[in-house]
């Protein structure tokens, strides 16, 4: 397989030589940018497979760098931000960022971070290649074509919501959806009211899913901000 590349979108040398150092020792290849602006150019001529992506740069803001990709590629991109504050986040989500990480983060968090990357594109490469009507995640196993859930071959009784939620959650596997993302999807709206009850299906979701709730594999929360399905082996 080839080496998965990286384009680091850091300005800060310290943070930027820790990440590639990281990166070097785990056999990816990387190339580097310190500005937005270049930042877009790299990944324009490089088409690297993933994109960390710090939010706060000297020229232009990290978030304007997701939406001018965006606006022709579907590269993931993981950023990468000091910013603790939550809408910061849910804004580079909702433009079209895959996941976070806070600073500071541990090297390990970066490598797991990257590693669950890594396995949604080769997910979606299958999915690309076979176009297959069925998702499977460990025990679960979703029939898009016939409308039907199974768990450990024992088929789930959903309501039509929770249909939908886990069918979305599905299809992005590996990606943190925002609250925002979700409701505008299940609803078509996103008031507190859709938020409100989109915790009281995931609830009742989960109940049926997961084997313990409070403890969950499938679906993971992200406090205040969305919610994620995760790749079960
Ligand atoms: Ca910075």
Redesign the pocket.
Known sequence: MDKTSILIV???PSIRNLMTTTLKAHGYLFLTAGTGEAAILAAASHNPDIVLL?L??PDIDGMEVIRRIRTWSNMPIIIISARSEDSDKIDALDAGADDYLTKPFSVDELLARIRTTQRRLKLLHQEDAENQPRFVNGDLCIDYAAGSVFLRNQELHLTPIEYKLLCLLSRNIGKVLTHNYITQNIWGSSWESDIASLRVYMATLRKKLESDPDAPAYIQTHIGVGYKMLKVS
């Open positions: 850091e300005d800060d710090d706060g740069l």
